[in-house]
């Protein structure tokens, strides 16, 4: 069962390496618009970086397109984003419901910091708090995250820690039964979500 795993998350890693790569190619003049409309929207950097626990709790930087204002947590400190939220520029809210604005992380994945499909990372800060409640959050930590993942396209978006909690079954539930056939499910999950817009904050 190991060799296979290992033989599994090899070629995951070798088909996240090319797929990353070729998209950040075709997906430069996307890149080029979307940044441009984000300093028109809202002044200030087009790219936010953050940092999120990544495999075995390594802690790296995700990029994303920034979708709010630049002190957004300037009063409020480190919250999760909410349905309707003051702080996202009303750019922001398309780019999130469109989920434009997680294309960045294929620089993560093209990294090996990320893989296409896994649990969603987490900020540190949050993991201090969600482990208080939830002792086996960490369990999530066995694989790399993902720009999407099982609990993403099976279960709406939450920010709070019974969401949490909730989202951690299908994070389990994919790192047992996680194979081929199993991703490219959720990569079609993925693209109806997208295009109805569903999951979106």
């Known amino acids: 069962m190991k060799t296979r795993l290992r033989r599994f998350q090899g070629f995951k890693r070798g088909f996240d390496f090319l797929v990353a790569g070729l998209g950040l190619i075709l997906l430069s003049p996307l890149f080029l618009i979307v940044s441009i409309l984000i300093r028109i ?9 953050q940092e999120r626990l990544g495999k075995d709790g390594k802690i790296f930087k995700m990029w994303k397109f920034r979708t709010m204002n630049t002190d957004a947590e ?16 009303r750019l922001g809210r398309f780019l999130r419901k469109s989920h434009i604005d997680e294309i960045p992380q294929l620089i993560n994945v093209f990294k090996g910091e990320m893989s296409l499909i896994g649990p969603r990372p987490e900020r540190p800060v949050f993991v201090e708090k969600i482990n208080g409640d939830i002792p086996n959050f960490n369990d999530r930590l066995r694989v790399k995250p993902g720009i999407t993942g099982l609990a993403q396209v099976r279960y709406r ?37 997208v295009l109805t817009g569903e999951g979106a904050r």
């Open 157 to 193: 978006y939450g920010a709070s820690i019974k969401d949490a909690a909730r989202k951690l079954k299908y994070d389990l539930l994919y790192i047992k039964r996680m194979c081929w056939i199993l991703d490219f499910q959720i990569i079609l999950w993925t693209f109806g979500r």
């Open 74 to 89: 300037l009063e409020t400190g480190p919250v999760w984003a909410a349905e309707g939220d003051p702080r996202i520029t």
């Open 41 to 49: 929207d809202f002044p200030g950097p087009a790219f936010f970086r």
